[in-house]
């Protein structure tokens, strides 16, 4: 059965408004009606809303809208502000993202120090890092991920999309005087993780209804 491009386009950007979440394609084709040509509708209203006030972004996969870039200005005021990450939070974070799935022992490896379980429990805590599995070897450790939350929060689409040697030291972030055989993991090389067993899979997408008037 042909779907009406037109009506799946409203359907779509129905239940992205509603949506407390991103949503991803197969998200949206378990509330549409079959048939409807989802790909289609979302590059249809990503190019309606290009350059408006809000705009159609992808974000870790899914689809969601959010102020155009250039009017973030007008909310700075009203923002609460973020949580600061410790020095030892964040050089975790980037060393979870780059080699993910890694261990706590592979963590401590890398940073030479002993990881702090406060300071994973905050990454955990914020949603910036989940528990993914555990690894096939002895011990049966857990090994740690990265989340869509992760991606969102610093805009990213994919993990391919993670700054490398170049972009870190035109932005500052790395010094020219860089110790001997120094260098940052390609992002596209992360290992998929053959080695481990997954753990529970991500739940449903919740959607707010407090538009909704009884019936």
Same mark, same amino acid.
Request: positive net charge; glycine residues 16%.
């Given at each position: 059965m042909t779907i009406d491009p037109l009506f799946t386009e409203r359907c779509i950007e129905a239940l992205l408004f509603a949506a407390a979440e991103p949503l991803s394609v197969a998200d949206l084709a378990k509330r549409l009606p079959e048939g409807a040509d989802i790909e289609r509708g979302l590059a249809d209203l990503a190019v309606r809303y290009a350059g408006q006030g809000i705009e159609l972004v992808q974000v870790a =996969? /899914?689809?969601?809208?959010?102020? %155009?870039a250039d009017l973030a200005f007008l909310m700075t005021e009203e /923002?609460?502000?973020p949580r600061r990450l410790s020095k030892a939070a964040q050089e975790t974070l980037a060393i979870i993202a780059y080699h993910q799935p890694v261990t706590r022992a592979e963590i401590e490896a890398v940073r030479g120090v002993q990881a702090s379980r406060g300071t994973l429990d905050v990454l955990l805590?914020? $949603?910036? +890092?989940? @528990? *993914? $599995? *555990?690894? *096939?070897?002895? =011990?049966r450790p857990v090994t740690f991920g990265t989340t869509d939350a992760f991606l969102e929060h610093? $805009?990213? %689409?994919?993990? %391919?999309?993670?700054? =490398? +040697?170049?972009? @870190?030291r035109a932005a500052g972030l790395l010094s020219l005087d860089l110790p001997p055989g120094f260098s940052v993991p390609d992002p596209m090389g992360l290992r998929p993780g053959e080695d481990e067993d997954p753990l529970d899979g991500d739940e449903a997408p919740e959607f707010a209804q407090d538009?909704? =008037?009884?019936s």
């Open positions: =996969g /899914r689809w969601r809208y959010q102020t %155009a /923002r609460e502000e805590e914020l $949603g910036l +890092v989940k @528990m *993914r $599995g *555990r690894r *096939r070897t002895p =011990g610093y $805009g990213l %689409a994919t993990l %391919a999309d993670l700054p =490398g +040697v170049a972009e @870190m538009f909704l =008037g009884d």
